[in-house]
């Protein structure tokens, strides 16, 4: 089983940037890949970045070009960087393991507002 710790997530204003963190733990071995999703009240969760083991991207349409997503091996943790928030980037934004077990973390809120 795989944990996985999300931090970074907070209020900003439309136009900032925050960066999300996910720290995975366990059993390490198992992952192919890591990924943020996120949720909004009413809607569906959606994937919006992920990153292979190998390194390989890709992300949603929605938010190409304003949001980077990077890995540390050596630190078994994922980042997303976030610039050009918009009022419906707001959500709440959960870290995924693609491989055997597929964990999810606990969420971060982000919230863009003025």
């Known amino acids: 089983q795989v944990q996985l710790v999300e931090s970074g997530g907070g209020l900003v204003q439309p136009g900032g940037s925050l960066r999300l963190s996910c720290a995975a733990s366990?059993?390490?071995?198992?992952?192919?890949?890591l990924g943020w999703y996120r949720q909004a009240p009413g809607k569906q969760r959606e994937l919006v970045a992920r990153i292979t083991t190998g390194g390989r991207t890709n992300y949603a349409d929605s938010v190409k070009g304003r949001f980077t997503i990077s890995g540390d091996n050596a630190k078994n943790t994922v980042y997303l960087q976030m610039n050009s928030l918009k009022p419906e980037d707001t959500a709440v934004y959960y870290c995924h393991q693609f491989g055997p077990g597929g964990s999810w973390g606990q969420g971060t809120q982000v919230t863009v507002s003025s």
């Open positions: 366990g059993s390490i071995f198992s992952i192919n890949g």
